[in-house]
C-alpha cells in the first residue's frame, strides 16, 4: 500500500443519471483504492465531492478511467484545497 503522501485530490462532478448509484464504492471494490472524501454535495439533480485517493498507481488512474467512463467528469486538484 502506499503512504497517504502518495493519494491524489480528485475532483469529481457526477451527472444526475448516477446521483443515485454507488460510484466510489464501486471504484473501491474494483480497484483496491482507499478514498477520503473531503467534501461532498448530493442533490437530486447532480453531485460532486472532493476526494483523495489512495492505492497504486495503476489502480488510481483504472479507477479515475472507470469514473469518467461512466459519465463522470475526474479533474485533479493542486494544493491544498481543504483546511481544518
Known amino acids: 500500500m502506499t503512504s497517504p503522501g502518495d493519494a491524489i485530490r480528485l475532483f469529481v462532478s457526477i451527472p444526475e443519471e448516477l446521483v ?6 464501486e471504484v473501491i471494490k474494483r480497484f483496491d483504492v482507499v478514498p477520503s472524501i ?10 460532486w465531492v ?5 492505492g497504486a498507481h495503476d489502480a488510481r ?10 459519465g463522470c467528469t475526474v479533474n485533479r486538484m493542486e ?6
Open 20 to 25: 443515485e448509484r454507488p460510484v466510489i464504492y
Open 38 to 47: 473531503r467534501r461532498a454535495n448530493v442533490e437530486d439533480h447532480s453531485a
Open 50 to 54: 472532493i476526494l483523495e485517493l489512495s
Open 61 to 70: 488512474d483504472q479507477a479515475i478511467a472507470y469514473l469518467e467512463g461512466l
Open 79 to 84: 494544493g491544498d484545497v481543504v483546511a481544518g
